[in-house]
């Protein structure tokens, strides 16, 4: 989806979202409740530098606004993979990020992410995925990491892989996977405002990621095998 016609659909009562290259920030109207608004755009490969620029970005909301709602948008194609970005440490820089967007939770905000183009490994999951509340669009797409490298990094089969992702959502990319495990709470489509606006009003409930997996047949065993740790070490 088009960032322009995205923030119109989302913000019909206006916004004013700035873009600065693939950064954007501002704000937007949503009923009569100002909300913060913070992303990437056009499937931006998050580096050190944009890492830094969204942290200080949550950190500004944070200072400025107590307590005002936060909007993440995504597009992101996952970190970027340069030698130089791996020398600086990138998994810091990300680690730094989602620490802010958790100084933002406990600080009050209510934090709602929103993936509108695709959604890539640590980027995402260092991002997007440390809203309260995590949703896409329907033609989104969301992986973490595709067959070829996985078969690569596990040492099983390409074609073996395929053939569990045909029938296990955990080996499989796309949004509606994602969806039945619990890693999007909803998908969106048409009345972006009211789904924005309805998510803002909903309680924070926790991570309920895994029990949404198992109502919805694509996680069968997190939180069964969560609630026995718990148990084994209370």
């Given at each position: ?30 009923a009569e ?14 580096g ?10 949550i ?11 936060i ?79 996985m ?10 892989l ?26 969106w ?17 926790g ?6 997996g ?21």
């Open positions: 989806m088009e960032i322009g016609s995205l923030l119109g659909d989302l913000f019909p009562n206006g916004h004013d979202v700035r873009r600065n290259g693939e950064l954007l920030l501002g704000s937007g109207r949503v409740e100002e909300v913060a608004v913070i992303g990437t755009a056009d499937g931006i490969a998050i050190c530098e944009l890492a830094l620029d969204l942290a200080a970005g950190l500004a909301i944070v200072a400025n606004h107590p307590r005002r709602p909007v993440i948008l995504v597009s992101t194609s996952g970190q970027r993979l340069s030698r130089r970005d791996e020398m600086l440490g990138i998994n810091r820089y990300l680690a730094h990020l989602a620490k802010c967007i958790e100084i933002a939770r406990l600080q009050g905000h209510r934090v709602v992410s929103l993936v509108y183009s695709e959604a890539v490994s640590g980027a995402y999951l260092s991002f997007g995925m440390l809203a309260d509340a995590c949703f896409a669009v329907p033609d989104a797409e969301i992986r973490v990491m595709g067959l070829p490298a078969a690569r990094v596990t040492k099983i089969p390409q074609s073996r395929e053939d569990l992702s045909a029938n296990s959502p955990v080996f499989a990319p796309g949004v509606g996977n994602y969806l039945v495990m619990g890693a999007i709470d909803a998908l489509d048409r009345d972006l405002a009211g789904h924005l606006l309805a998510a803002l009003r909903e309680p924070s409930r991570d309920t990621r895994r029990q949404l198992q109502q919805r047949r694509g996680r069968n065993q997190a939180a069964i095998v969560a609630a026995r740790i718990r148990h084994a070490t209370a």
